[in-house]
């Protein structure tokens, strides 16, 4: 669920599906390091096309095998959602409610069965509304303020 703060700050309430929080978001804009290439189909164009692979090709590199990864995480996350739900289902696993900032993690609690995880979502954005946020548990500065 998308809320806004008083601020007019944009956060997010929602389950997490899998046990694990994505590593991957936000390394696709190693793409845009890689400037475009001429487009002309002369030798000069072509020089230079090349030269700039060339120069690039660390980077190059870098996000083809950033976006092979985001892709087998992506695929695991696809087999695996069904198993997990059924894990929940038969075992009780608590759900998880996180808040995040924008997609940065903010705050996580283990609440409950299905029902108890939609009242906490409710309860949660109802609080961000009103400009009472979560303490911050998770992320960079939860990290920082721990050490």
Do not use: C, N
């Amino acid at each position: 669920m998308k809320v806004e703060d008083p601020k007019g700050t944009r956060w997010r309430v929602s389950r997490r599906w899998v046990p694990w929080r994505r590593k991957i978001k936000g390394w696709a804009d190693v793409w845009g390091l890689v400037p475009d290439l001429p487009g002309g189909d002369d030798p000069i164009s072509g020089t230079i096309s090349m030269i700039i692979l060339i120069i690039f090709a660390p980077i190059i590199a870098l996000a083809v095998v950033l976006t092979i990864v985001a892709a087998v995480e992506f695929l695991a996350i696809l087999v695996l959602i069904p198993l997990l739900l059924l894990a929940r289902i038969l075992f009780g696993k608590h759900w998880v409610v996180e808040v995040r900032h924008g997609f940065t993690p903010w705050y996580e609690q283990a609440v409950g069965d299905w029902a108890a995880s939609r009242k906490a979502i409710v309860v949660f954005a109802d609080a961000i509304r009103r400009g009472d946020l979560p303490p911050r548990t998770i992320g960079a500065a939860a990290d920082s303020s721990r050490g």
